[in-house]
């Protein structure tokens, strides 16, 4: 099939002023997935093309990405859905652009509580992966409230924690009762749950079923209890 896409390029956000969107064409059989198109350009018109990916099969969590506003993983996006128009290609929000679609998930990964139990060991030291989030970074896009508090100039998100980091402090406080207070004093935090605004956003577009805005409002319910 042949496909049109248009790419966000540069490396800064298009209202800094320096990012740009280009047009690209790709020719690629049934089944090919947007993972797919964005190598075609970059083996071929485009070798400075910059995007994230490893696992090419959504456990990784590094190609996450905003296709016409809304975030999905690149690997898991046939590029047969996208056809019947010029699906605009950005990269996430509220994260640290470094170039094109390529963001810096660090800030994503220094949010999430250290040390935590049950959890499978991450690419990052001292960093522990939360169960099933695969730290994509879709859900902190997808915030309106991690959006509207990200500063460009430092590239940091000022005032929420983030529904991921949330959502793994409510996980990591019923996996580990012992730390339970622990968790409970960052959820209570200005930036923690009573930050979060329920748009649900965090949710909707988790690729991995997390729900993160369902832990926040387990939080919250807790909270009131006691
Ligand atoms: S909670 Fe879901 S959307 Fe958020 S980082 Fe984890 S896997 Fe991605
Ligand atoms: S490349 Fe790993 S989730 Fe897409």
Do not use: N, W
């Given at each position: 099939m042949t496909q049109r896409l248009r790419?966000?390029?540069?490396?800064?956000?298009?209202?800094?002023?320096?990012?740009h969107f280009e047009d690209f064409e790709v020719n690629l059989p049934s089944g090919a997935t947007l993972l797919d198109a964005l190598e075609y350009i970059r083996t071929g018109v485009a070798p400075d093309l910059m995007y994230r990916h490893s696992c090419h099969h959504g456990s990784c969590g590094t190609c996450a990405v905003r296709v016409d506003g809304k975030e999905v993983l690149a690997c898991l996006t046939a590029l047969d859905s996208l056809a019947g128009g010029i699906p605009v290609i950005e990269p996430l929000r509220a994260l640290k652009l470094e170039k094109d679609l390529a963001v810096d998930p660090g800030a994503l990964f220094r949010s999430l509580p250290k040390n935590t139990s049950h959890l499978r060991e991450s690419?990052?030291?001292?960093?522990?992966?939360?169960?099933?989030?695969?730290e994509c970074g879709s859900c902190v896009s997808a915030c309106p409230v991690t959006a509207r508090s990200w500063d460009a100039s430092t590239g940091k998100v000022e005032g929420f924690l983030g529904p991921a980091a949330l959502?793994?402090?409510?996980r990591e406080s019923l996996n580990s009762p012992e730390r339970a207070e622990e968790m409970r004093?960052?959820?209570e935090r200005p930036d923690g749950v009573a930050a979060c605004e329920?748009?649900?956003?965090?949710?909707?577009?988790?690729?991995?079923?997390?729900?993160?805005?369902?832990h926040i409002e387990m939080l919250r319910r807790e909270f009131a209890r006691t």
């Open positions: 790419i966000q390029l540069g490396g800064q956000a298009p209202a800094a002023g320096s990012a690419e990052v030291e001292h960093y522990i992966r939360f169960e099933d989030c695969i959502a793994a402090v409510h004093t960052v959820a329920k748009h649900f956003d965090c949710s909707r577009v988790c690729p991995r079923m997390v729900y993160p805005g369902k």
